[in-house]
Every structure is written in structure tokens, then in C-alpha cells.
């Protein structure tokens, strides 16, 4: 563990200091699909042994965790010890710098999980010690890092976090090849599926799944929470009509110089945001895209696209995670889930059961 007061951390740190951290990464969960481009942030205040006060980063442009936990502690906080879940941030943005309020607050004390590693938070943990503020950095560090891979990741890549899901059949097939719809998985991987969408920033199809299946791409347990939708549609072919461009949630249509412009129009009108990006081999240039979707905030991306689009993301090297579902059952003949004309190295990191699915969720090696 990183102590910047350059001296020996207590031992009992790694007891009931590692027990208050814990709390912490566990209430940060809460903002989950309601705080990015922010990270999830989550504080615990102790004083005498007992927390006398927690918060967490609810929403984006509200208050962060700390000042929530200061609230919440009130008096009780000076002379107390606060755990967080991230640097405190030493900069004004939305919020003034959590710094300021933990200095004011009579702090003794921090543990932050992870170093912050936004240059534009200004070094939060220098600011405390100036202060006379112990800080010590890297409690949980591991646990932390993982609950913000989308957005640690996302600022070293300067592209949002990329997952491909896909569902198919034992013999690898996303549909039977007949031409009607039929589900291939079973409700318990459906729900998961609903659980990333939350997740998630976005989520990314083609226009050819508009097309076909109608879908609307929300979180319907509440579509408050749901990802901004995207379709990868060059020429413009979204339908006026289509479920997608309706109901919560914002839709950006991504197209190119070949979609005319009238119907640009049209969708516009209907609510669309609309993206024009260049071509690569008659396509959307998904790099580039990536890197717009970022300056626009976007720090994950959800592929549920068909065999060309997650095939294109493959390819590409455009990719972070898969989430491949395997059902109980065999097609026999249709349209395989990829089809990418070199290998793609890969590694498993997990695998569950699903219901009656399997769930194998692979990275990029």
C-alpha cells in the first residue's frame, strides 16, 4: 500500500480498515448507471471505532461521495477518518473540490482506494497532506479498480470501454437460418442481459438488427436508467417507426456521406441525435466513432450487434470483453455469431451457469 506521509501504515489497517473500505466499494454500487463519465465513488467516515457517517455519488453534476458522507456525519466528522473509494478530486467542476470540504470538515485522516488517475482532478491526496492530513493510498486497491475499470480504462485507451455480447446456440449459430424469430436463451440470461444494459453507458447495433428484430434497447426495469442507444446505419435506413427511437433514453443514429439527407432529416426530427462519420471498406470507421462517443461522454459500450457488426469490432482489435452465452440446444444451420478472417487472442476469466445457458466471459489478451 502507497502511504504518502511516507510513513509505516498501522498494522491493524489491513483488519478493520480494510472492513470500512469494503463499505465503501459496496455503497459506491449504488450510483451504478447514474454517474458517468463521473467514476462510482462511495465514503465511509469512522470516528472511535464506529461510522458516524456514509455517502455515495448518486447522480452526475450532484454531490460526490464525501461531501454526502460529511453531511451525514455532521459534527461527528472532525477528528474522524474517512475511507474512499477514489482521491479525493482537487479541482471545480460541477461540484467544488472534495478537498476543500474534508479540510473544513476536520478530517484527521484518509484512506483513498485507488490514486485518481484523471490529471484534471489535481492531485487530491497532495492537496490533504499540505493540510497536515494523513493520507494513505491503495486500501482495497484491487477491488477498487475493478468496480472502475470503465472509467480508468477509458482515460488510458481514450475510447470507452468495449464489450461484445452475443447469445447463441451449442454449435455456435445467433439464429436458425428459417427467417422467424425464436429466443436461443432462457430468462435467467435475459435478465442478466438486462443487469449489463444498467451497466453500461451505451449500447450499440446495426441497423440490419433494427430492421429485423425492432428492438427497443432500454433497462425496463427503469427506463430512467437506460443506455443511450446506438445504430451503426449508414445510409440512414433506421425506420421513422422504429421502437428504438422511442420511449426513454436517448438514440444516436450513426450514418455517412451516403445517407440522404432528408431522411437525416426525418430521424433528427424524431428525436435521433445523428453522428456522420467517414467510411472504412464501406463502413461506419468504428475507431473513429469510438473516439467521438468518448468526447460526448460515453466511457462503456454494450455490442449487441449480429455477426458483421461484432465481427467488425473483433477484427479491429476494438474490443475489451465478451460475453458469450451458450444455450442448451443446436441449430443445426444459420448465421454464426462471428466470422472474423484472422484468430483472436483471448482469455477466459470467468464462466457461470445461467438458468439452462452458460456464460463464458473472455478479455483480450
Avoid at 453531511?71 to 478530486?89: H, I, W, Y
Avoid at 470538515?105 to 490529471?119: L, Q
Avoid at 435521433?272 to 466513432?289: C, F, P, T, W, Y
Wanted: hydrophobic content about 40%; overall charge positive.
Amino acid at each position: 500500500m502507497e502511504n504518502a506521509n511516507k510513513k509505516k501504515l498501522p498494522r491493524e489497517t489491513m483488519g478493520a480498515q480494510k472492513r470500512f473500505m469494503l463499505m465503501a466499494i459496496r455503497l459506491a454500487s449504488k450510483g451504478e448507471g447514474g454517474v458517468s463519465p463521473n467514476p462510482l465513488v462511495g465514503a465511509v467516515i469512522v470516528k472511535g471505532g464506529k461510522v458516524v457517517g456514509i455517502g455515495w455519488h448518486k447522480r452526475y453534476g450532484e454531490r460526490h461521495a464525501e461531501v454526502n458522507a460529511i453531511f451525514d456525519a455532521g459534527q461527528k466528522a472532525r477528528g474522524g477518518t474517512l475511507f474512499v473509494t477514489l482521491e479525493p478530486c482537487n479541482h471545480y467542476g460541477k461540484q467544488p473540490p472534495c478537498t476543500k470540504a474534508i479540510i473544513g470538515a476536520g478530517i484527521k485522516e484518509v484512506f483513498a482506494a485507488v490514486r485518481d488517475p484523471n490529471k484534471g482532478s489535481r492531485q487530491g491526496a497532495r492537496e490533504l497532506r499540505k493540510h497536515g492530513i494523513k493520507v494513505y493510498l491503495g486500501l482495497c486497491c484491487e477491488e477498487a479498480k475493478k468496480q472502475n475499470e470503465f472509467y480508468i480504462r477509458s482515460l488510458i485507451l481514450g475510447r470507452p470501454f468495449i464489450a461484445l455480447k452475443s447469445a447463441m446456440t451449442r454449435d455456435g449459430f445467433i439464429s436458425y437460418g428459417d427467417g422467424r424469430r425464436k429466443r436461443i436463451s432462457g430468462r435467467t440470461e435475459r435478465e442478466f442481459v438486462q443487469g449489463l444494459r444498467k451497466k453500461y453507458d451505451a449500447i450499440l447495433v446495426g441497423v440490419n438488427t433494427v430492421l429485423k428484430d425492432d428492438p427497443r434497447l432500454t433497462y425496463r426495469k427503469n427506463p430512467a436508467f437506460s443506455p443511450v442507444r446506438v445504430i451503426l446505419d449508414s445510409a440512414a435506413r433506421t425506420p421513422l417507426e422504429a421502437r428504438v427511437l422511442s420511449g426513454e433514453g436517448k438514440a444516436i443514429v450513426v450514418c455517412t456521406g451516403r445517407a440522404p439527407r432528408e431522411k437525416i432529416r426525418a430521424l433528427a426530427e424524431k428525436g435521433a441525435a445523428i453522428i456522420s462519420q467517414g467510411e472504412k471498406r464501406g463502413r461506419v470507421d468504428l475507431k473513429h466513432l469510438m473516439k467521438a462517443l468518448y468526447s460526448a461522454g460515453i466511457r462503456s459500450v454494450l455490442v449487441e450487434g449480429g455477426n458483421k457488426v461484432s465481427t467488425s469490432f473483433l477484427e479491429q482489435g476494438l474490443f475489451d470483453r465478451l460475453y458469450i452465452s451458450v444455450a442448451a440446444k443446436e441449430a443445426g444451420h444459420g448465421l454464426k455469431a462471428f466470422s472474423p478472417r484472422r484468430s483472436i487472442a483471448v482469455k477466459i476469466v470467468e464462466a457461470e451457469q445461467l438458468g439452462n445457458d452458460a456464460l463464458v466471459v473472455l478479455e483480450k489478451k
